[in-house]
């Protein structure tokens, strides 16, 4: 939805299971996204709701606290979820129970939408346990489809995602030859997986990771590399051009695959698949088809996650939020003495329309600074060589037919 439209704004509050408090500092661009302050009364609101399952609670504040993250993470947590609420679902006497049900959850994700936007795959996954729920037989017992739609859900997780994984591994694994110099940006578990696999299996490689700010992923995938014995090379993002005519290969996670061949994943994918084509090095995307999106995006702009801009101030500089999970809150540090103004340094707030010298702490007192933290990009289909997916290798061109082919085999 467009969150620059005054009516579908108060259409979403109605909605709303848990009331956000709207950013202090808009940023005008990007005012069609949900731009939020960090809320210490998600968990409040839930309760006194009365309809959130314990399990969707935990799960949204997590999600909110980024303790879970990643794509196939947040889908098979809500598919747990989802599990235990629908063994603890009591339909009301005399009501048909898929009906009841379905109501029951869109409460639920509501909730987890209300915590964190949800991801394109998380959106596949609820179209999926929806539908499921609505082809329910309506002749059989509470219990046996309780059964059923359980059993479903561990099959989807199984097949989808944990088997998938299994095979894009192994299909990755052998486009990695010897003398290789593999490139991977942040960090993604099953490109993590393949070169654990590869090393393994005895094929001699170098790794160079990209990493980029503000979560620097990076550094904790290159720790269990070298932890497991793999040769490293860390790298920042700004300096990847100059490391770059090494690279014989580019091997990435994904967020999402679209429609037109666009992949969404981390921000800075983009920047690094369009050097390493400048460079002739071919990149492959490994990702599970359920990822796939029958959507088309030709920006990063329509459609994105807005990441909490406090994390883009240095660790030592963020101010103590008293939000559950966070350091608590202590005196504020003493500030350093101002420095001498170098030829075009430093952020003030005298530069940024206010007087005096300033930190960029104390970004929200500055008039005219605000800060943007994109979760994602969008890359192109250009940029991408080939998909690696659980039913093969293939080019992105193909992601339409692997849509269609998915479509009509779940009846969707």
């Known amino acids: 939805m467009q969150h620059d439209d005054k009516k579908s704004v108060a ?108 991801s394109m795959a998380m959106g596949n996954g609820i179209k999926w346990i929806k539908n499921k729920v609505t082809v329910a037989p309506p002749h059989l017992p509470d219990e046996k489809v309780k059964e059923m739609l359980v059993e479903s859900i561990d099959q989807f997780i199984a097949e989808k995602i944990h088997i998938a994984d299994e095979a894009i591994i192994a299909n990755a694994m052998s486009r990695i030859a010897p003398g290789d110099v593999v490139l991977v940006y942040a960090a993604s578990y099953v490109v993590e997986r393949v070169l654990l696999h590869a090393y393994q299996s005895g094929v001699t490689f170098r790794i160079l990771v990209a990493d980029a700010g503000p979560k620097f992923e990076g550094r904790d995938l290159m720790a269990r590399l070298l932890a497991a014995g793999l040769r490293c090379t860390y790298v920042n993002l700004h300096a990847l051009s100059y490391t770059m005519p090494e690279v014989t290969k580019l091997l990435l996670g994904a967020s999402s695959m679209l429609l037109n061949g666009t992949l969404v994943a981390r921000a800075g994918t983009a920047l690094v698949c369009m050097l390493a084509h400048s460079h002739g090095v071919p990149a492959l995307v490994c990702c599970e088809t359920y990822k796939f999106a029958e959507r088309v995006l030709l920006d990063s702009i329509c459609f994105n996650e807005l990441g909490d801009p406090d994390e883009l101030i240095p660790p030592p500089l963020r101010p103590a939020t008293g939000v559950a999970g966070s350091a608590p809150a202590t005196a504020p540090a003493p500030t350093a003495p101002p420095a001498a103004p170098a030829a075009g340094g430093g952020v003030t707030t005298a530069s940024a329309g206010g007087g005096g010298t300033g930190s960029v702490a104390d970004w929200r007192d500055i008039p005219r600074l605000k800060l943007l933290n994109l979760l994602y990009d969008a890359t192109p289909m250009k940029y991408l060589t080939m998909v690696v997916t659980e039913v093969g290798v293939i080019p992105p061109t193909s992601v339409p037919a692997v849509i269609r082919e998915a479509s009509a085999r779940e009846g969707v």
């Open 11 to 118: 259409k979403l509050q109605k909605q709303q299971v848990a009331k956000r408090t709207p950013t202090q500092k808009e940023v005008p661009l990007f005012a069609h996204l949900p731009q939020y302050e960090k809320d210490t009364g998600l968990s409040a609101a839930a309760v006194a709701k009365g309809s959130i399952h314990p399990a969707v609670l935990r799960l949204g504040l997590q999600m909110a606290e980024g303790i879970i993250s990643g794509s196939n993470a947040r889908v098979v947590g809500m598919l747990r979820a989802f599990q235990q609420v629908i063994s603890d679902f009591e339909p009301p006497p005399a009501k048909v129970f898929s009906r009841e049900l379905d109501a029951c959850l869109k409460l639920q994700i509501q909730y987890l939408v209300d915590c964190r936007p949800q």
